[in-house]
């Protein structure tokens, strides 16, 4: 059984990158389905002010601590995680054993040119995945039935999405069993990643806890401001949950002038 925590009302997989590797291709083989829930600072942050988001990521049937600052907050409040899952780490283990094992992948989210571009880097380091289809993440709400009966029609084994939160998370909660892929996992911004459009931060700086800040540094006017004030709220988030589960200090009878 997995060990699961629960921080700031969410209940999170305590899970290695590898258990989770493991776990999703256990449950495709099974033939059941299995949607996947990522949360980093600014998710949780957001999620404090959004019920249909909160509603969406804790629906999952897997919930992964994304980002380092929620894997310290978790060791802070005894609730220990055993390691980050970054969203694009999973996603390009998945590849890798799609193509290993046959599974079939589509692709939703991004621009049509970051998909384009997406998709032919794959095509290079993955020759053998099967790509059951893909589209690009513009749409209308209107149309969301549409294309999960498209996703559907494409037997894809995977869905990738590629969207800005909530709309993946929303799309997932409403739509992902009309898709009847065996697994949902969203993205967010990895399509732009492997097309080549935006650059993820080293590896010393993912170590840091400083991805974050390597993508503003990248889009300052966008999300400098919203980086920061996330940041701070999720420090006093992290903080008033500390105060709350210490416990007061008693007073001792010495300590009232007693005898």
């Not at 449950?27 to 990522?38: F, Q, T």
């Not at 907050?73 to 055993?82: E, H, N, Q, V, Y």
């Not at 989210?109 to 589209?135: C, K, Y």
Request: hydrophobic share 45%.
């Amino acid at each position: 059984m997995t060990l699961r925590r629960n921080l700031f009302g969410v209940t999170l997989d305590a899970l290695t990158l590898d258990q989770t590797v493991d776990r999703c291709l256990t449950a495709v083989r099974a033939g059941e389905r299995l949607e996947i829930g990522v949360v980093n600072a600014a998710k949780l942050v957001a999620m404090r002010r959004d019920p249909a988001l909160f509603r969406a990521v804790s629906g999952c049937d897997m919930v992964l601590a994304d980002g380092q600052s929620v894997v310290w907050a978790g060791r802070l409040l005894r609730r220990p995680l055993p390691e980050r899952v970054a969203g694009i780490d999973l996603f390009e283990r998945l590849l890798a054993e799609a193509e290993k094992t046959g599974l079939s992948v589509y692709f939703l989210g991004a621009t049509q040119d970051a998909l384009d571009r997406m998709l032919a880097r794959i095509a290079v380091r993955h020759p053998g995945l099967r790509v059951a289809g893909s589209r690009n993440g513009y749409f209308d709400d209107s149309e969301q039935g549409a294309v999960a009966d498209a996703i559907a029609a494409s037997g894809a084994h995977l869905l990738f999405l590629g969207m800005t939160s909530p709309k993946k998370e929303i799309f997932t909660a409403g739509y992902g069993a009309r898709t009847k892929v065996g697994l949902v996992h969203g993205v967010g911004g990895s399509f732009d990643v492997l097309a080549g459009v935006t650059r993820r931060a080293p590896v010393r700086w993912q170590r840091l806890g400083l991805e974050w800040l390597y993508r503003a540094l990248q889009e300052p006017r966008r999300l400098g401001r919203r980086y920061l004030t996330t940041n701070v709220s999720f420090a006093l988030m992290t903080g008033r949950e500390l105060l709350r589960r210490t416990p007061a200090p008693s007073i001792s009878t010495a300590s009232r002038g007693e005898s």
